[in-house]
């Protein structure tokens, strides 16, 4: 399958101001959330046209149809991708196919009738692993005392102490950091703010990374040169990116000797210990900003741990030879 032709070979492409694609990507709040679509869009392309180096851009969203989109989702879930991320691909569908109708390349029906996708349905456990907390201590004894392993150590103590997203992470400035509250204001999905707090330990690795940052306004968690200095621009640091931070947590439990982790791995343990520890499940959700509850319920490892000490009441018979 390929998208519909709308104009000769050679033809000028759509401009951006008027191409549904960019004016998509520019009404999303977050660089996260503008890469992740992008992708998604990208990759559609390149599987409807068979070029390995399309772009969404340019391309004639506003003339698919119910029946080209009905074919794609498909196409999705052929790919043997989770649904989550098959999910995700038909979100940015549907987007674009709005953005063509609010820019009047499509009528309202034919945009209702090729959005009009029913999202694919899984029951998968939540993606990553529990981080022990003796697997957390040798990490953050593998940072040493340079303005990079202060830093570091500030991160892993902030990531563990509120399961944030390693976007949100990435986001946060000097300002969100509120010492006598103890408390970080964090930019969730869809530009939602909310309040995660620090334990103690926490507060006292952050205070050694402030010691070394300083107080210029800018972001919280900075790119460092080898020499130890700040990554600048315009006289304030700059954010970490989601990659640099996981790249970040890749050296040091490297460096423990442990198994890679993942920023995500800190969310899933962060939600599964508030739980163990009796936490109501609405709180749990306000604490790391998921949307539903039953987004966070998936986190709940209780129900696992009676199903495992059911098992455990049974016992294998002896080996035994028949008479």
């Keep these: 399958m390929s998208l519909p032709a709308v104009s000769a070979p050679g033809a000028p492409a759509v401009e951006p101001a008027r191409d549904p694609y960019h004016v998509y990507l520019d009404s999303l709040t977050s660089p996260e959330s503008r890469r992740t679509m992008r992708g998604c869009l990208d990759r559609l392309a390149r599987m409807l046209t068979g070029d390995e180096n ?14 080209h989109t009905v074919r794609i989702r498909t196409m999705l879930t052929e790919q043997g991708w989770s649904a989550a991320y098959v999910n995700k691909h038909l979100v940015a569908l549907r987007r674009v196919l709005k953005e063509a109708w609010r820019l009047g390349q499509t009528s309202a029906e034919d945009m209702a009738r090729a959005s009009d996708l029913a999202p694919v349905r899984q029951s998968r456990l939540p993606a990553g ?19 990079a392993g202060r830093r570091d150590a500030a991160l892993i103590a902030v990531l563990y102490s509120t399961g944030c997203r390693r ?29 995660v707090y620090l334990t103690a330990d926490a507060i006292g690795l952050l205070e050694r990374w402030l010691a070394v940052r300083g107080t210029t306004p800018g972001a919280l968690f900075s ?18 990116t989601g990659q640099g931070i996981s790249d970040i947590l890749t050296r040091r439990f ?19 210990e508030l739980l163990d520890a009796g936490v109501d499940l609405a709180t749990a ?29 049974l016992h294998l018979p002896q080996p035994r030879p028949l008479a």
């Design 167 to 195: 976007a949100e992470l990435g986001g946060l400035t000097l300002a969100d950091y509120d010492p006598g509250a103890r408390s970080l204001r964090v930019r969730g999905k869809r530009d939602k703010e909310r309040l």
């Design 223 to 240: 790119p460092i040169s080898t020499a130890g200095r700040l990554r600048m621009r315009d006289g304030r640091p700059v954010g970490l």
């Design 254 to 272: 490297e460096a423990a000797g442990a198994a890679r982790r993942t920023p995500h791995d800190f969310r899933r343990t962060f939600i599964g």
């Design 54 to 67: 399309a772009t969404g851009a340019g391309q004639p969203w506003h003339l698919l149809r119910y029946e």
């Design 129 to 147: 692993h529990h981080v022990p907390p003796e697997v957390v201590g040798a990490a953050l004894a593998a940072c040493d005392d340079s303005p």
């Design 285 to 313: 959700q306000a604490l790391v900003g998921h949307a539903s509850p039953a987004t966070t319920a998936r986190y709940d490892r209780r129900p696992e741990r009676t199903r495992r000490e059911a098992v455990d009441r």
